[in-house]
């Protein structure tokens, strides 16, 4: 019987749902970026994915940042043909992947808020393109825009006395110490958004409060400035989650409306390739 494989893949890592029949397998693997990574890391993830697969005949649905960006689609697909027994294989992009998880077939706003961020307008089928300009220029709203705020805040002595030992846990307490490890990330823009983990349970302190609101803000004011007001925009991502409330304030302020929120979009993208009517 042939199965379906769902795939949600970001830089850092992926998320998988194989669908066979009735069972399904939910798991986890490096992720894959053309734009920014080496050929060697889909290699990688095309490893784990055989090694889960196994000889299953498979339509595979794969979501990802860097598509439609890049040239090397093809060069994907060969890669995907010579490790898997593929049956149907689609590749699109992460904000595709946001559009159907949020709203399906229905018209929406769409806001992906993770390491980085984007936005667009769905039609229910195809993207008005978003424009972000990713990093180091855009990502407003971001964890990356945040974490960078985060890291200005400790090293031009600008945080409240209360959150200085917080943030001297984390950071190293010279500057130049730290600009040294920073240089020497592979990914500096994971390493930046990582730090906002370090905000879960301070996030209603009044100086963390205004740094997610200024960010939040400068991602409305460059993404959904034209939007209608009272629209509803969906969102998805870690920071879109774990940060609900403030980006709902930020909205609420340029008077749109918070609609759908996910973390992942894996479960909705599963289920959306689940439906007959979606094949």
Known sequence: ??????????????????????????????????????????????????????????????????????DDTESMYDHFRQNLNVQHLEFASDLLGAARSLCRDQPGIICILGTGSNACYYDGTKLTNGHSLGYPLGDEGSGMDIGRRLVKAFYYNLLPQELKGHFSAILPAHR???????????????????????LLGIENHHFIRNILEESFSDFIECHLHDVERNSKINAVGSIAFYFCGEFEKCLQKHQLTLGNVLQKPIDALAHFHHSPNTQ
Not at 23 to 41: D, K, T, W
């Open 1 to 70: 019987m042939k199965a379906t494989l769902v795939g949600d893949v970001g830089a850092t890592g992926s998320d998988w749902i194989l669908l066979d029949g009735e069972s399904q397998v939910s798991f986890s693997l490096p992720g894959f970026n053309p734009v920014s990574q080496a050929p060697e890391r889909l290699d990688e993830l095309l490893l784990g994915l055989a090694e889960k697969v196994g000889d299953r005949q498979v339509d595979i649905f794969y979501y990802g940042a860097g598509i439609g960006i890049t």
């Open 176 to 198: 130049m110490d730290f600009l040294k490890n920073f240089k020497g990330q592979k990914a500096p823009n994971q390493y930046l958004a990582g730090l906002t983990r370090h």
